[in-house]
């Protein structure tokens, strides 16, 4: 875990202030506890905003509703 928030450190100061936003994919597979130390320690390396998805077909889109756009950054 100590790896992972230095990493995350050094990710995110890369980002401008207000850029900072680490989103998450999950599934019904993904272990809860180990969800929260990842939120956790995003959070902890300088996160500014947390989101988590369940589904990649929830990913938002640009445009005209066309669910193959980009997703809005």
């Known amino acids: 875990m100590a790896d992972y928030v230095e990493k995350m450190k050094r990710i995110l100061a890369a980002k401008s202030k207000g850029e900072r ?39 938002p889109t640009q445009g005209s509703g066309d669910p193959t756009a980009a997703p809005v950054q």
Do not use: I, P, Q, S
Request: charged share 25%.
């Open 21 to 59: 936003l680490v989103f998450f994919m999950a599934d019904e597979k993904t272990n809860y506890a180990k969800l929260v130390a990842a939120l956790d320690g995003a959070r902890a390396a300088g996160a500014e905003t947390l989101g988590m998805m369940t589904d990649k077909n929830e990913l």
